[in-house]
T-cell receptor, first 114, second 111 residues
């Protein structure tokens, strides 16, 4: 298994542009999480899904952020319009509900908004 | 609400010195505590869980419910321990699987 796969690994965009980050969880994992990592705030949980259904999106900063999980093998995190303060590393993680509550993380997507 | 506090952003020690990375939590219930580690150019990964009561790479962590702490310790630091360490808590009003992280502590072990 290739683990949790995220794309793109790096994204540089200009303020106001739409950004879409993608995640493929580990096959068989029924939970998917999106985290944002910054120097100031560390790892913040943005949203998580169980069986493709959003369970808790209270960490999503504002309406500019949206996340979807159309099927068990794919999720997207979209920012529209992007702002410089959105610059961060965005991590996707997945977990199996019978897996002792341990998350497997992707390599992250580093976003820079100019 | 669940909250994890790691008071130190950076901890710098010499090789062979003892290490203690502090973690305090706030949670009204029986939490599950974790330490995750991110080595340079590697993915964030689980280091240890309190319920396993295990020692991984020489690190141990004891859950102290009275002090609401879960400090990570190692008696003799090695250069390869240099990494970013995150304490995390699971459990709470919003669902058992929600994992909340602290802001992280960067450990730097110098030769």
């Amino acid at each position: 298994d290739a683990g949790v796969i995220q794309s793109p690994r790096h994204e540089v965009t200009e303020m106001g542009q739409e950004v879409t980050l993608r995640c493929k969880p580990i096959s068989g994992h029924d939970y998917l999480f999106w985290y944002r990592q910054t120097m100031m705030r560390g790892l913040e949980l943005l949203i998580y899904f169980n069986n493709n259904v959003p369970i808790d999106d209270s960490g999503m900063p504002e309406d500019r952020f949206s996340a979807k999980m159309p099927n068990a093998s794919f999720s997207t995190l979209k920012i529209q319009p992007s702002e410089p303060r959105d610059s961060a590393v965005y991590f996707c993680a997945s977990m199996q509900s019978s897996g002792a509550n341990v998350l497997t993380f992707g390599a992250g997507s580093r976003l820079t908004v100019l | 609400a669940q909250r994890v506090t790691q008071p130190e952003k950076l901890l710098s020690v010499f090789k062979g010195a003892p290490v203690e990375l502090k973690c305090n939590y706030s949670y009204s219930g029986s939490p599950e505590l974790f330490w995750y580690v991110q080595y340079s150019r590697q993915r964030l990964q689980l280091l240890l869980r309190h319920i396993s009561r295990e020692s991984i790479k020489g690190f141990t962590a004891d859950l102290n419910k009275g002090e609401t702490s879960f400090h990570l310790k190692k008696p003799f630091a090695q250069e390869e321990d240099s990494a970013m360490y995150y304490c995390a808590l699971s459990g709470g009003n919003t669902g058992f699987q929600k994992l909340v992280f602290g802001t992280g502590t960067r450990l730097l072990v110098s030769p």
